[in-house]
């Protein structure tokens, strides 16, 4: 099987297309043209010779009968009609297919030259031309192209005269010569001046291309969105100033758009922190009388009693919660953290150590590098994001699985990672682990779901990007891991 040839590159941009298209269609009509000149020039001169043939006659090859000897000026005028005969005039005579004679008009000498050498192949040729007074192109090996006529003889015999091509071919030669010289300039002119004129024309087409581009780079997912001027207006009556015109119109709604979601983000931002800030206080007083409560001296029935637990331990959840809340709408506010060297090493045997002592039943290892690895940030925040990767990895998988912290550096950033091997994140919400509230009763552990609000790796990115970090995830059934990573410089 034949591997298939590879196709020719086509341009891909519309200035290349419309002037490959303008340099292809004038070469086809400089091709028509010339094809035509050329055609018509060859059929004009091959009538011309013709006609000189019909007025040579025969007069040339009769000649040739007087003993393979043309007559001298006092035995007639035969003489005066061989000098008055175009220069290559050929002459023969045949019998019963044979060439008797023949003969050859030349330049300078007023009498044919008799000693033509025809070949066998050439006297054949001749043999065949067909003697009814018509022309007729014979390729003569000696002589090259002629146009010959054969007429038949009063003695049963053909007598056949003949005038060369080559005058014809030659002027045909020169004229496709110069056909394709001129033209051929004329494409170049054509292609250079052409690629001009589509580029100035298609500068507005450009333009707005620009414009989509740096739209395309902004990024429009969150956030007030200052978009680019607008492409400049053109002709609206023509294609490319409609396409500039919708265009403009286009970014006027997107800018419309992104506004009003913008002004609507920052309503829901203020009205979480509002809210979880409002919260705080009667959370925290619930909480506070109900373990006043719990420390009363006389007897409490035990139902209150466990009543009265319970209500600690909810507003205890509920207290973390509005915290967490609260964190992520400041955050989404963009309000600084605290920049300062942040001993990496050390937070990490912290954050395992309180893990350890949480999730006794798991197994905790530790790789860390030989110095310790130092970061900017807020410790406080660091320390958090970390603390909920490992409370996840405790809750959500089962007892005796084993977590591995890792921490390397490399020149620019470190990677803090937290590897277990459980059964995985499920697939379903792996997009989406990241975002606020998302919960799954049956995520990694069957039973073992903490009741949490589903914030805690919500926290984790949003900590990770206001530290101009990000955080990741690779899971599979066995070997599930998050990495932060985070710049270590400013």
Same mark, same amino acid.
């Given at each position: 099987?034949?591997?298939?040839?590879?196709?020719?590159?086509?341009?891909?941009?519309?200035?290349?297309?419309?002037?490959?298209?303008?340099?292809?269609?004038?070469?086809?009509?400089?091709?028509?043209?010339?094809?035509?000149?050329?055609?018509?020039?060859?059929?004009?001169?091959?009538?011309?010779?013709?006609?000189?043939?019909?007025?040579?006659?025969?007069?040339?090859?009769?000649?040739?009968?007087?003993?393979?000897?043309?007559?001298?000026?006092?035995?007639?005028?035969?003489?005066?009609?061989?000098?008055?005969?175009?220069?290559?005039?050929?002459?023969?005579?045949?019998?019963?297919?044979?060439?008797?004679?023949?003969?050859?008009?030349?330049?300078?000498?007023?009498?044919?030259?008799?000693?033509?050498?025809?070949?066998?192949?050439?006297?054949?040729?001749?043999?065949?031309?067909?003697?009814?007074?018509?022309?007729?192109?014979?390729?003569?090996?000696?002589?090259?192209?002629?146009?010959?006529?054969?007429?038949?003889?009063?003695?049963?015999?053909?007598?056949?005269?003949?005038?060369?091509?080559?005058?014809?071919?030659?002027?045909?030669?020169?004229?496709?010569?110069?056909?394709?010289?001129?033209?051929?300039?004329?494409?170049?002119?054509?292609?250079?001046?052409?690629?001009?004129?589509?580029?100035?024309?298609?500068?507005?087409?450009?333009?707005?291309?620009?414009?989509?581009?740096?739209?395309?780079?902004?990024?429009?997912?969150?956030?007030?969105?200052?978009?680019?001027?607008?492409?400049?207006?053109?002709?609206?009556?023509?294609?490319?100033?409609?396409?500039?015109?919708?265009?403009?119109?286009?970014?006027?709604?997107?800018?419309?758009?992104?506004?009003?979601?913008?002004?609507?983000?920052?309503?829901?931002?203020?009205?979480?922190?509002?809210?979880?800030?409002?919260?705080?206080?009667?959370?925290?007083?619930?909480?506070?009388? =109900?373990? &006043?409560?719990?420390?009363?001296? /006389? !007897?409490?029935? #035990? $139902?209150?009693? %466990?009543?009265?637990?319970?209500?600690?331990?909810?507003?205890?959840?509920?207290?973390?919660?509005?915290?967490?809340?609260?964190?992520?709408?400041?955050?989404?506010?963009?309000?600084?953290?605290?920049?300062?060297?942040?001993?990496?090493?050390?937070?990490?045997?912290?954050?395992?150590?309180?893990?350890?002592?949480?999730?006794?039943?798991?197994?905790?290892?530790?790789?860390?590098?030989?110095?310790?690895?130092?970061?900017?940030?807020?410790?406080?925040?660091?320390?958090?994001?970390?603390?909920?990767?490992?409370?996840?990895?405790?809750?959500?998988?089962?007892?005796?699985?084993?977590?591995?912290?890792?921490?390397?550096?490399?020149?620019?950033? =470190?990677? &803090?990672?937290?590897?277990?091997? /459980? !059964?995985?994140? #499920? $697939?379903?919400? %792996?997009?989406?682990?990241?975002?606020?509230?998302?919960?799954?009763?049956?995520?990694?552990?069957?039973?073992?779901?903490?009741?949490?609000?589903?914030?805690?790796?919500?926290?984790?990115?949003?900590?990770?990007?206001?530290?101009?970090?990000?955080?990741?995830?690779?899971?599979?059934?066995?070997?599930?891991?998050?990495?932060?990573?985070?710049?270590?410089?400013?």
């Amino acid at each position: 099987m034949t591997a298939p040839r590879p196709r020719a590159p086509l341009p891909r941009s519309l200035r290349a297309r419309l002037t490959v298209g303008l340099v292809t269609l004038l070469a086809v009509s400089c091709a028509a043209v010339g094809l035509a000149a050329v055609v018509e020039l060859d059929g004009f001169l091959t009538q011309r010779l013709d006609e000189q043939l019909a007025q040579v006659g025969t007069r040339f090859p009769e000649s040739l009968e007087h003993d393979g000897r043309l007559p001298d000026d006092h035995d007639g005028d035969e003489h005066a009609d061989t000098r008055r005969m175009a220069t290559g005039t050929f002459g023969a005579r045949l019998l019963d297919g044979t060439v008797t004679h023949k003969g050859l008009i030349r330049s300078g000498d007023p009498a044919a030259d008799l000693n033509v050498d025809l070949t066998a192949r050439d006297a054949a040729r001749l043999a065949r031309v067909p003697a009814d007074g018509r022309p007729h192109t014979v390729d003569l090996s000696a002589l090259h192209d002629y146009r010959v006529v054969a007429s038949p003889g009063r003695d049963g015999d053909v007598l056949l005269v003949g005038l060369p091509l080559e005058p014809v071919e030659a002027t045909v030669h020169r004229l496709e010569l110069v056909a394709g010289v001129v033209f051929g300039l004329a494409l170049v002119v054509t292609g250079v001046a052409g690629a001009c004129w589509v580029r100035w024309s298609l500068r507005p087409l450009s333009r707005v291309a620009a414009t989509a581009t740096r739209v395309s780079e902004l990024p429009l997912a969150s956030g007030e969105v200052a978009l680019p001027p607008r492409a400049p207006d053109t002709d609206p009556h023509g294609e490319v100033g409609q396409v500039a015109t919708a265009f403009n119109r286009m970014l006027g709604h997107v800018e419309d758009a992104l506004t009003k979601r913008h002004a609507v983000e920052e309503r829901l931002r203020r009205f979480a922190a509002d809210a979880s800030h409002e919260l705080r206080t009667p959370v925290a007083s619930v909480r506070g009388h =109900a373990e &006043l409560a719990l420390l009363h001296p /006389g !007897p409490v029935p #035990p $139902e209150v009693t %466990r009543a009265l637990e319970r209500i600690t331990a909810e507003s205890a959840r509920m207290g973390e919660m509005v915290d967490d809340l609260l964190l992520l709408a400041r955050l989404d506010a963009g309000r600084p953290l605290e920049r300062r060297p942040v001993d990496l090493t050390r937070l990490v045997l912290d954050a395992v150590t309180d893990a350890r002592a949480a999730g006794p039943a798991h197994r905790w290892s530790l790789d860390l590098p030989e110095e310790p690895v130092t970061v900017p940030g807020d410790a406080h925040r660091l320390h958090q994001a970390l603390a909920n990767l490992l409370a996840n990895a405790r809750l959500h998988t089962p007892t005796g699985t084993k977590v591995t912290v890792t921490l390397e550096v490399g020149a620019a950033q =470190a990677a &803090l990672s937290v590897h277990d091997d /459980g !059964p995985g994140v #499920p $697939e379903d919400i %792996r997009p989406t682990v990241f975002e606020r509230f998302t919960r799954a009763e049956h995520r990694r552990r069957p039973g073992a779901f903490g009741g949490g609000a589903g914030l805690g790796l919500s926290i984790v990115a949003a900590v990770a990007e206001a530290h101009g970090g990000s955080v990741e995830l690779e899971s599979r059934p066995g070997a599930t891991t998050f990495t932060v990573r985070l710049p270590t410089t400013p």
